[in-house]
């Protein structure tokens, strides 16, 4: 039977090429396979400039940066330096929750930027941005840091941001961290990762400001945005199982834990893709070892419970045994009243960093099956990870196009769609019930048992909704 599938759907990715002027079908067609059993990993080019004219759903450096590394940092004021366009876009868009009151001890959910004006664009921002951040110093005495996101008139002009964070965070004794990661700069958000991740390396963890006493279970968390609330959720199962949490970032992260992390015992990575570079740097500068968890779904959170504690003693080894064992009722229960209602249920999947390949196990522990998994930014790397979780015959797209993702939508006909907010109202004008992937369509946490809870209640609300007997499909009419 699988191999009448992957038969299946080479031939649909040759319908959907087809379309395609020939040099545009032979570029895409290397970012478009079926997954074959016993592959090494998906047979996909990633991390590739994508084709001009055809409909990316990507996002820039600026975005990678801003809106996933340092922007959910809540004690440091982030500058959107550059006209207010990028900044306004960018402003609430993602729903990195954070404790403290806003203007005081946290600005996650203020949008600062330098407004740039055509005559900054002329002359220069330099002197704007000195004054600017005077200003800041004066509104928000009680931040800690600031952080510069240079847009792209900030690198096309040459304005030197590094040397104005250098001169300011002399003269007002904070941390002031230039990063350098304009829109226009690589393929994807990717690089704005990668851009961020240096710069919390050259201007925060090896400045070495932070003084605390350690303990034999310190880790810290890495990667984990708190899209509503999932760090919190994650924790709760670390420290019930004996660690302590000395560092969470950058979801409801603060300047003082990304300076303690150097000195932990773990470094627990929940996204691979945008925090692989500073666990890797932590772990050749620190010695500091790092694993890679998922805690989407029961039996991945248990997987993930006792690698983790499979670097400590018999101690957290019990203590992850006793966790797992006390929410085991609870995901009984869960499966118990959704698998019923979700059993056999098909999704397509794409989105970005880690989520297409890290909530396959949850589908699955609620009957599901994923029929096609994509990334908007991935590299060879996740692809080769995405390998182990899929199986034969699943439809492998790389930064696809909407009308490739329509098409494919449109003859696999999947119960369900998982994507981005771009892609979500199309879905469900095709009569296809959509989850929005990126943060959860206002819900969440996803991460942990009481977030499986959630996550099995929103799939059965978006897949068995009363809604859908009121519209037809376009392959229905």
Known sequence: MSSDIVAQNKALIEEVLAVYPEKAAKKRAKHLNVYEEGKPDCGVKSNIKSLPGVMTIRGCAYAGAKGVVWGPIKDMVHVSHGPVGCGQYSWGTRRNYA??????????????????????????????????????????????????????????????????AKKKGKECGKTIVPVRCEGFRGVSQSLGHHIANDMVRDWVLDK??????????DVAIIGDYNIGGDAWSSRILLEEMGLRVVAQWSGDGTLAEMEKTPKVKLNLLHCYRSMNYISRHMEEKYGI?????????????????????????????????????????????VIAKF??????????????????????????????????????????????????????????????????????????????????????????????????MHSWDYSGPYHGYDGFAIFARDMDMAINSPVWKMTKAPWNK
């Open 99 to 164: 404790g403290g009151k806003n203007g005081v001890d946290s600005w996650v959910g203020m949008q600062i930027t330098s407004d740039f004006q055509e005559k900054d664009i002329v002359f220069g921002g330099d002197k704007k941005l000195d004054k600017m951040l005077d200003e800041i110093n004066t509104l928000f005495p009680l931040s800690r840091g600031i952080s510069i996101m240079s847009e792209c008139p900030i690198g096309l002009i040459g304005d030197d941001i590094e040397a104005v």
């Open 339 to 436: 698998k019923p209602r979700l059993d056999k249920k098909t999704v397509m999947l794409y989105v970005g960093g880690l989520r297409p390949r890290h909530t396959i196990g949850a589908y699955e522990d609620l009957g599901m099956e994923v029929v096609g998994v994509g990334y908007e930014f991935a590299h060879n790397d996740d692809y080769q990870r995405t390998a182990k979780d899929i199986k034969e015959g699943t439809l492998i797209y790389d930064d696809v196009s909407g009308f490739e993702l329509e098409k494919f939508a449109e003859k696999i006909q999947p119960d369900l769609v998982g994507s981005g907010i771009k892609e979500k109202y199309i879905f469900q004008k095709m009569g296809i019930p959509f989850r929005q």
């Open 208 to 217: 070495g400001k932070a003084t605390h006493e350690t303990g034999p279970y």
């Open 289 to 333: 070892p790092w694993v890679e968890y998922n805690f989407f779904g029961p039996s991945k959170i248990a997987a993930s419970l006792r690698e983790i504690a499979s670097h400590f003693d018999d101690t957290i080894k019990e203590g992850a045994e006793r966790v797992i064992a006390k929410y085991q009722p609870m995901v009984d229960a």
